[in-house]
């Protein structure tokens, strides 16, 4: 669980990887790396979240790569945030002293976070202090496939074999005599390392401690805007400060994990690269940004989402960071994968799959981002309305859900859901502002829609709406069909899923499966563990069925099992707590802030 001042903790490694709980998470808008308790960097891509990894020791331990500054004989650590801002802080303990060292993917100067555009520096700066005592301080940086230093006026040149597209510099405080040097270093000694790319810094001013001033303040003025005051405070900020780290501030567009390949479960194959902007997840993201303060996301977000479906003509349920397609899914049969869990995988073979609730995000966003009285141009009305029109005809046809399953697809029912918030939502927005378009067709054929759902859906034996329309089994993301108003939570027949839900699809201690692979096959080998967010789903639920006290318990129960430094993953071993799939996952993140949301205003006497 989050804690802000963390016991020191004995690092271990099984067979040669941390655990993902062990790795805090830091960022600039453009990417994001992976710094391990042991102070050890084992992912980091360049120069962007979906470039190729210039550190992917966390894929493979041997070959990877890594940058590393650790101690000798490393007895114990530990590891926070400074508190409201992404710059992390791992302390390490040897035999005869005690380091700290503070990372940070820099800003710059001034930076304004709300900003439709890039704040990075293009520099990871790892500054470390002796606390205590004598320590040996060992620097490693070894590039993915090796790399080459030259002494380059106050630092090294690195040439990177794989990557010669890229021109990194290695500067330092201390003299670097190549790209792994260990350092004899006492009480009060410091050692900065400043890795940096694209355009080269060596000839400006090297202030260390200046850079992590300057980024700290960004984060600080950034989080200035969080409104949230509820249950679990500490975490939903982190939260809030995790989604933004997935967050391209210079395109508007957010990757649903800044990781690839990392195992559901361990040993298994569904290892799948989440470097790209799910529509979905990025919709989900913004609506939980934007209800504790934060509208800029969402205004970005929108503008990002209409210039690519326009520039691809036809909706896409996944685009790169630029709205471009994403790369067809490849395996790297160089890497061994997380703990030994391969295929390794780049790209996604998901990206051209039909998933019909695209239509239902962008337009609930719109409806959102229109409600503080914005003015709606007649082109963008004219896009939006293209999407309701497509959903009015698309519901119909088979789709592979937003699990993405890799079986013969069908008519689910949560794509049927969400079809139903887009000719609601375009609706709305007709009604609301007294635009021309077929607004009565639209709202009748919402309502058509929501009596499908509750009856072709529904299985009077079972006693619960099944996963198609046609029947099925049950699907954990019918939970979702409350919180996008498509049906009431406490309609009986949606009471009686979501119990049905929580007892049949539970892996125990509030955790759920998203659907059972001996009922509904995905066309994939192999179970999986509990996904983190449809308990937050879960925890929604019972608030609007007036069940706040267990709601309550479970959140608390939820919130607890995210790691040292509040982040969270995609999904959950239940037999063991430990972490699995991709890390960290934002869907997770915004379980904890919709979820603590909802719950403050129901302690407040309102669910609007």
């Known amino acids: 669980m989050l804690d802000l001042d963390p016991p020191f903790r004995p690092v271990h490694r099984r067979e040669g990887y941390l655990a993902l709980e062990n790795l805090g998470l830091i960022g600039d808008g453009t990417t994001a790396a ?70 940070a993917l820099a800003l710059r100067a001034g930076a304004d976070l709300s900003d439709d555009a890039g704040g990075g520096r293009g520099e990871l700066v790892r500054s470390a202090v002796v606390r205590a005592g004598t320590v040996r301080l060992r620097a490693e940086l070894e590039p993915r496939g090796g790399g080459q230093a030259r002494a380059l006026y106050d630092g090294l040149e690195v040439r ?23 350092h004899d270093l006492q009480e009060g000694d410091r050692l900065d390392v400043v890795l940096s790319w694209g355009r080269t810094h060596r000839h400006h001013r090297f202030d260390p401690e200046a850079m992590l001033r300057q980024t700290a303040e960004a984060w600080r003025r950034w989080m200035g805007k969080c409104s949230y005051r509820g249950p679990q405070e500490a975490l939903v900020r982190r939260s809030v400060i995790t989604l933004k780290l997935c967050d391209d501030w210079g395109n508007g567009s957010l990757v649903a994990a ?46 990002w989402v209409l210039d690519a479906f326009e520039q691809s003509r036809h909706p896409r349920i996944m685009y790169t960071l630029d709205g471009r397609p994403v790369p067809e899914e490849i395996h790297d049969a160089d890497l061994e994968g997380y703990r030994r869990s391969a295929p390794v995988r780049w790209g996604n073979g998901a990206a051209d799959q039909r998933q019909h609730d695209v239509y239902g995000e962008v337009l609930d966003c719109a409806d959102q981002w229109l409600l503080p009285g914005r003015e709606l141009q007649p082109a963008l009305w004219s896009g939006l309305a293209e999407l309701a029109e497509a959903a009015a005809h698309t519901w119909q046809q088979p789709d592979q859900g937003i699990w993405e399953v890799r079986s013969e697809g069908r008519v689910f029912t949560y794509s049927t859901g969400m079809c139903q ?75 009686a ?82 972490f699995m799939g991709n890390f960290p996952q934002a869907f997770s993140h915004i379980g904890i802030i919709a979820s603590g949301v909802n719950l403050a205003r129901a302690k407040a006497g309102s669910t609007a």
């Open 160 to 182: 990177v074999s794989r990557r010669p597209d890229l021109r990194l510099h290695l500067r330092s405080n201390r003299p670097l005599t190549g790209l792994r040097t260990a």
């Open 34 to 103: 992976l710094v391990g308790v042991d102070g050890s960097i084992p992912w980091l891509c360049l120069p962007r979240f979906d470039s190729d990894p210039l550190l992917c020791g966390l894929l493979d331990d041997e070959r990877g790569g890594h940058f590393t500054l650790t101690v000798d004989d490393l007895r114990e650590a530990r590891q926070f945030y400074e508190p409201d801002t992404a710059v992390l802080v791992t302390e390490l303990r040897g035999p005869t002293g005690l380091v700290q060292i503070t990372d």
């Open 421 to 495: 918030v887009a000719l609601d939502r375009a609706a709305t927005i007709g009604e609301r502002l007294g635009l021309s378009g077929p607004i009565a067709t639209w709202r009748a054929t919402a309502e058509k829609l929501r009596r499908l759902i509750l009856d072709q859906a529904w299985n009077e034996d079972k006693q619960y709406l099944s996963e198609h329309l046609d029947g099925g089994g049950l699907d954990a993301s019918l939970l979702a069909l409350p919180l996008r108003k498509v049906v009431p939570a406490d309609h009986p027949r949606m009471a």
């Open 258 to 303: 800044p990781t690839s390949s990392l195992p559901a479960p361990i040993g298994g194959v569904r290892n799948w690269d989440y470097r790209y902007t799910w529509i979905r997840d990025a919709a989900y993201s913004v609506f939980a940004l934007r209800r504790v303060g934060f509208e800029d996301e969402a205004d970005a977000f929108l503008g």
């Open 497 to 578: 899923t979501t119990a049905a839900i929580a007892e049949r699809l539970s892996a125990g201690d509030g955790l759920l499966y998203r659907y059972l692979h001996e009922h509904s096959p995905d066309g994939l080998p192999g179970d999986e563990g509990a996904f983190v967010l449809c308990s937050f789903w879960l925890v929604d639920n019972l608030i609007l069925q007036g069940h706040q006290d267990r709601a309550e318990d479970l959140y608390t129960s939820l919130c607890a099992r995210a790691n040292a430094v509040g982040l969270m993953p995609e999904q959950i071993d239940p037999s063991t707590g430990a």
